[in-house]
């Protein structure tokens, strides 16, 4: 099992950046890919970026590709999600998820995929 704490919202201007942090406690934590998702008032959650468990392979949304880059440092226990040229459209709370991963070489883009999540961060970009 992993506990997942998300770090690294706030309010930005548009234009702005951020990096979100999420710190995983438990052993392992290179056996699990990981994933971002967001979901603002009113909306459903969406998928914004996955990363394999080795780190080499990435998958983002279409709306922030370009964008945003997930990124894990294994030893850290950590992946992030760095975050430019951000518009209101990406105001959100943004939660990361973890999922126990045989290949190493597979990414999941569906939120049903994943076993744990964290309870999230708020990213506020104004206009």
């Known amino acids: 099992q992993v506990q997942l704490v998300e770090s690294g919202g706030g309010l930005v201007q548009a234009g702005g950046s951020l990096r979100l942090s999420c710190a995983a406690s438990g052993r392992a934590f290179s056996t699990y890919a990981m994933g971002w998702f967001r979901q603002a008032p009113g909306k459903e959650r969406e998928f914004v970026a996955a990363i394999t468990r080795s780190g080499g392979n990435t998958a983002y949304a279409d709306s922030v590709k370009g964008r945003f880059t997930i990124s894990r440092d294994n030893a850290k226990n950590t992946v992030y999600l760095q975050m430019n040229s951000l518009k209101p459209e990406d105001t959100a709370v943004y939660y990361c998820?973890?999922?126990?991963?045989?290949?190493?070489?597979?990414?999941?883009?569906?939120?049903?995929?994943?076993?744990?999540w964290g309870q999230g961060t708020q990213v506020t970009v104004s206009s």
């Open positions: 998820a973890a999922r126990p991963s045989v290949s190493g070489s597979t990414y999941y883009s569906g939120g049903t995929m994943y076993d744990y």
